[in-house]
């Protein structure tokens, strides 16, 4: 088999899995059938992993694969590239889709139509990690997006196939402007390519002026709809909070990061693109800090979690822009990015560990509201859970997202606080950090002994058991968070390493992990957060957050987002873009 072929499996290998699924569905029935799903789910799921582990020692020497479908010439043929920024999305993607399947497989939703759809998902994800020509972006967000609506409706809650529609609705939408930003671009240029287009921009007067500006506009703004940044946010929270748990474990983790990094493909060589960058990095940065806030006024657990997903890709987002901004391939923009992608992974790995135990506990006390939940660690052993693995989990989770050293959200927070010192993005960052703290003091007390003549709806597990593939699932995703943090230095490099910069060890973001001076921010971000939980807790605290959690919300909201992040941006580029005197 040739290079390309292999490197194409993490694409095809899930369509062959999902077509087996499929087949068990259609054809077969009983022990045969489940043979031939999970046999499916092995080929999309297992086996590329071989293949991941067979390219790296070709990335890691800095080399990339330009791989052309169909045996085109690169002009006209569906173009992929299999490097390294494809190499560490694809490993993001499966991680957590590997880890979500498992617990899928003990809590559900379970059978070969789910199988399939989610093979499919996860092959347009590699897909999306590795296309480098526009049309195809457009297929693979769209098989990415039709497969995330199904899953999302999946669970079948109140509320769920309403959440789904509307997801469909705003991302049908912005697909239509991504349409209209791409014939724009290919209007001028005649190419698909990304760097076709920007050779031929460049090959224009004023490098395609104004149109070339909107059309880049309106495909920026699309993909930024999909990675839910400020003020493009408002579909996810009840995508997030109405899908499966091991849905929203995707979702969260890894589906509005892959089109980021896919996007960061485009804005590399586009010379519009830095300023695009860095307008994005602005907004991530007020995205980590308002989502946050909204984050901090939930009652329902799951929706709490949404946001914070929202206020952690703000994070990623802030970095990323400055990256670009600056030029990846520069000590700093490289530092940057290097600290983007490893939030990116260990927020998927922390967050999707959130939602798996946050949705295991809330199953089973059939309560989902933070003030009336109590005693859901005494439920959990009632459940059979001898050792409290859930507990245990969620503790590690919350304390990773919270920065707590040694887990792994300390060691991605140290290196986006060292890549972005002395910019006000990082003071945004700081200040969004001692609201996650807030945030899951509240979403702990869950767990907390029940007071007397206190409610105790976590009488509701009785005769509820707990699956060993969720606790296996649970498990294995806090020991990735634990080994992630102590690993951190040796991580940031390998990272490093594969987008292209130095392996050694001054390389390491940041260069002393557990310094004192680390210690000593994060031990500010906790008391701070401690302070914050109380000033919440008092009277008019609760009025205030009450009235962030009810302030009005729609599709004509997120329609007039929209039109404003669009046309913001617009302006922004066209007068980034005006010749000096102008």
Same mark, same amino acid.
């Given at each position: 088999?040739?290079?390309?072929?292999?490197?194409?499996?993490?694409?095809?290998?899930?369509?062959?899995?999902?077509?087996?699924?499929?087949?068990?569905?259609?054809?077969?029935?009983?022990?045969?059938?489940?043979?031939?799903?999970?046999?499916?789910?092995?080929?999309?799921?297992?086996?590329?992993?071989?293949?991941?582990?067979?390219?790296?020692?070709?990335?890691?020497?800095?080399?990339?694969?330009?791989?052309?479908?169909?045996?085109?010439?690169?002009?006209?043929?569906?173009?992929?590239?299999?490097?390294?920024?494809?190499?560490?999305?694809?490993?993001?993607?499966?991680?957590?889709?590997?880890?979500?399947?498992?617990?899928?497989?003990?809590?559900?939703?379970?059978?070969?139509?789910?199988?399939?759809?989610?093979?499919?998902?996860?092959?347009?994800?590699?897909?999306?990690?590795?296309?480098?020509?526009?049309?195809?972006?457009?297929?693979?967000?769209?098989?990415?997006?039709?497969?995330?609506?199904?899953?999302?409706?999946?669970?079948?809650?109140?509320?769920?196939?309403?959440?789904?529609?509307?997801?469909?609705?705003?991302?049908?939408?912005?697909?239509?402007?991504?349409?209209?930003?791409?014939?724009?671009?290919?209007?001028?240029?005649?190419?698909?390519?990304?760097?076709?287009?920007?050779?031929?921009?460049?090959?224009?007067?004023?490098?395609?002026?104004?149109?070339?500006?909107?059309?880049?506009?309106?495909?920026?703004?699309?993909?930024?709809?999909?990675?839910?940044?400020?003020?493009?946010?408002?579909?996810?929270?009840?995508?997030?909070?109405?899908?499966?748990?091991?849905?929203?474990?995707?979702?969260?983790?890894?589906?509005?990061?892959?089109?980021?990094?896919?996007?960061?493909?485009?804005?590399?060589?586009?010379?519009?693109?830095?300023?695009?960058?860095?307008?994005?990095?602005?907004?991530?940065?007020?995205?980590?800090?308002?989502?946050?806030?909204?984050?901090?006024?939930?009652?329902?657990?799951?929706?709490?979690?949404?946001?914070?997903?929202?206020?952690?890709?703000?994070?990623?987002?802030?970095?990323?822009?400055?990256?670009?901004?600056?030029?990846?391939?520069?000590?700093?923009?490289?530092?940057?990015?290097?600290?983007?992608?490893?939030?990116?992974?260990?927020?998927?790995?922390?967050?999707?560990?959130?939602?798996?135990?946050?949705?295991?506990?809330?199953?089973?006390?059939?309560?989902?509201?933070?003030?009336?939940?109590?005693?859901?660690?005494?439920?959990?052993?009632?459940?059979?859970?001898?050792?409290?693995?859930?507990?245990?989990?969620?503790?590690?989770?919350?304390?990773?997202?919270?920065?707590?050293?040694?887990?792994?959200?300390?060691?991605?927070?140290?290196?986006?606080?060292?890549?972005?010192?002395?910019?006000?993005?990082?003071?945004?960052?700081?200040?969004?950090?001692?609201?996650?703290?807030?945030?899951?003091?509240?979403?702990?007390?869950?767990?907390?002994?029940?007071?007397?003549?206190?409610?105790?709806?976590?009488?509701?597990?009785?005769?509820?058991?707990?699956?060993?593939?969720?606790?296996?699932?649970?498990?294995?995703?806090?020991?990735?968070? !634990?080994?992630?943090?102590?690993?951190?230095?040796?991580?940031?490099?390998?990272?490093?390493?594969?987008?292209?910069?130095?392996?050694?060890?001054?390389?390491?973001?940041?260069?002393?992990?557990?310094?004192?001076?680390?210690?000593?921010?994060?031990?500010?971000?906790?008391?701070?957060?401690?302070?914050?939980?109380?000033?919440?807790?008092?009277?008019?605290?609760?009025?205030?957050?009450? !009235?962030?959690?009810?302030?009005?919300?729609?599709?004509?909201?997120?329609?007039?987002?929209?039109?404003?992040?669009?046309?913001?941006?617009?302006?922004?580029?066209?007068?980034?873009?005006?010749?000096?005197?102008?």
């Amino acid at each position: 088999m040739k290079p390309p072929d292999i490197m194409m499996a993490p694409v095809y290998l899930p369509i062959l899995g999902a077509a087996l699924a499929f087949c068990a569905k259609a054809f077969f029935q009983g022990r045969l059938g489940k043979g031939v799903e999970y046999a499916g789910v092995f080929v999309g799921l297992g086996l590329p992993w071989l293949a991941l582990a067979w390219g790296l020692p070709l990335v890691l020497s800095g080399e990339a694969l330009q791989i052309v479908m169909g045996n085109w010439f690169g002009g006209v043929g569906i173009l992929y590239r299999f490097d390294g920024l494809g190499w560490l999305v694809i490993l993001l993607g499966y991680s957590v889709a590997t880890a979500a399947y498992i617990y899928a497989l003990g809590a559900g939703p379970r059978g070969p139509g789910f199988s399939g759809i989610f093979l499919i998902q996860t092959a347009a994800l590699a897909a999306t990690a590795m296309t480098v020509d526009l049309f195809n972006l457009f297929v693979c967000l769209e098989v990415m997006g039709i497969a995330s609506y199904i899953l999302v409706a999946k669970s079948e809650k109140p509320g769920a196939f309403l959440a789904a529609f509307s997801y469909l609705m705003v991302s049908a939408t912005a697909m239509v402007f991504f349409l209209i930003g791409f014939f724009g671009l290919y209007r001028l240029t005649g190419a698909l390519s990304y760097q076709g287009i920007a050779e031929g921009l460049r090959s224009l007067p004023e490098n395609g002026g104004i149109i070339a500006l909107v059309s880049l506009s309106l495909v920026v703004a699309a993909v930024a709809i999909r990675v839910a940044v400020m003020p493009l946010y408002g579909w996810l929270p009840d995508a997030h909070a109405l899908a499966p748990h091991a849905i929203s474990a995707v979702l969260s983790g890894v589906l509005i990061k892959t089109p980021l990094f896919a996007l960061s493909r485009i804005l590399m060589v586009l010379p519009a693109g830095p300023e695009a960058g860095r307008l994005m990095g602005y907004a991530g940065a007020v995205t980590a800090l308002a989502g946050v806030t909204i984050a901090l006024a939930q009652k329902d657990t799951k929706r709490l979690l949404a946001y914070h997903s929202i206020s952690q890709i703000g994070y990623v987002v802030a970095a990323w822009g400055a990256a670009l901004a600056l030029g990846v391939h520069t000590p700093a923009g490289l530092a940057l990015m290097t600290a983007a992608f490893l939030h990116a992974l260990y927020h998927a790995l922390f967050k999707g560990l959130l939602f798996l135990t946050i949705g295991t506990t809330t199953d089973l006390a059939g309560e989902r509201d933070v003030y009336l939940l109590r005693g859901a660690a005494g439920m959990l052993r009632r459940a059979g859970e001898k050792v409290p693995v859930t507990l245990v989990s969620f503790i590690m989770g919350a304390l990773a997202i919270s920065a707590i050293p040694p887990l792994n959200g300390y060691a991605s927070k140290a290196a986006l606080s060292y890549a972005l010192k002395g910019t006000w993005q990082d003071g945004f960052l700081f200040l969004a950090g001692i609201g996650t703290t807030a945030s899951f003091i509240k979403l702990s007390r869950i767990y907390w002994p029940v007071r007397k003549r206190a409610p105790a709806p976590a009488e509701s597990a009785a005769g509820k058991t707990i699956h060993p593939a969720v606790q296996f699932s649970q498990g294995l995703l806090a020991l990735l968070c !634990l080994a992630g943090g102590l690993a951190g230095p040796l991580l940031s490099r390998f990272v490093m390493t594969l987008l292209g910069g130095d392996a050694s060890p001054a390389a390491s973001l940041p260069p002393q992990l557990f310094s004192l001076q680390n210690l000593q921010k994060t031990g500010l971000v906790a008391a701070g957060g401690i302070i914050l939980f109380l000033l919440a807790s008092t009277k008019p605290g609760k009025g205030l957050m009450h !009235l962030i959690r009810r302030r009005p919300r729609g599709f004509q909201g997120l329609f007039l987002s929209f039109t404003l992040g669009l046309a913001g941006l617009s302006l922004w580029l066209f007068f980034q873009s005006r010749p000096v005197g102008w």
